[in-house]
């Protein structure tokens, strides 16, 4: 059961939904349940307010903590849609397991979600572009520096509304150097660590002009596996081309959707490595297309320009562009605009 105790007066008048900045606002209200003495307990659904922690708390020394990220959708009738949540919350725990964190019950999670979302479904707006993002979470919070796995956990869910997310077409750098992932380590895990050892290479691409970084693996620096923090896709011919999943790539629930949808649109996909040398053969041809990340927050994002070692990159203008109209499709779905052919909305 979980127990709610609702804010005694709204914020949602002291934001305009027009004017949004990716993430910074948040709803009236927040999820939370504490794990303790090997169990979850107390699920609870509470006014969104900053937390009392320790400053031992182990999550500030080791890192120890995941998080996933998801949207939920309005229709021009006010009904609200989740989309694919069954995903998201089996790689929540797939993350989990991997950083040594109990795993959350997904009957619970995917309760929590519905009702969190219902209380306040009035920061969820219809139109295109609009968004309620969920960013579920769970870190250690026993109180103790000993480098060893917390005997206790928070699992939150915050939601902030969002409206598309990187709208100008990316510029990014293939890495060389640098890898945010490593065989046999976190990358296919939404490790928060993840994401801060990312910050400092991308800075570092930031002040050549590049918007993001394309990870290649960690060993050869041969294979590109994702941009950003987003899936990457390359079309090459009328070829789609994206890596496989391996334990340095994370499976991006986009990117699974968007394979799905590009068969049922008749598209060539081809889920297979791809190299630096394939893709600069293929640009020097005229054969390469389109490249574009997928990912929840940005959806679909068309790159412009690749950089590689100390060259530029200028990619075409295509007329039948892939990426649009994968991009259509998904919302057209997300958006009950369309059928569902797959059963992704979970109406809430
Ligand atoms: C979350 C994430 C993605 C995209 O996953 P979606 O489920 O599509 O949002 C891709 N790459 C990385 C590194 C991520 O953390």
Known sequence: MIEVSRCSKSRIEQVDFNQLTFGKNFTDHMFCCTYDQGQWHNPRIIP????????GA??????????????AFKDDT?????????????????????LAIPEFPEDLFLEALKMLVNIDRDWVKSGHGHALYIRPFVFASENGIAASPSARYEFMIVLSPVTAYYSEKLK??????YSR???GGV????????YAAQFYPTNLAREKGYH????TDASSHEFLEEAGTMNVFFRVGDTLITAPTNDRILDGVTRKSIIELARELHLDVAIRKFSVTELLEAYHSGDLKEIFGSGTAATISAVSAFGHKENLYMLPEVSDCYADRLKHALQDIQYNLGKDPFGWRLKI
């Open 48 to 55: 969104y307010a900053p937390l009392t922690l320790d400053p």
């Open 58 to 71: 182990k999550v500030f020394h080791y890192g120890q903590a995941v998080f996933e990220g998801m949207k």
């Open 78 to 98: 006010g009904s609200v849609f989740l989309f694919r949540p069954d995903q998201n919350i089996a790689r929540f725990n797939k993350s989990a397991e991997r």
């Open 172 to 177: 990014v750098l293939i890495a060389d150097h």
């Open 181 to 183: 992932a490593a065989d």
């Open 187 to 194: 990358g296919f895990a939404k490790a928060a660590g993840n």
């Open 212 to 215: 993001q970084v394309i990870w």
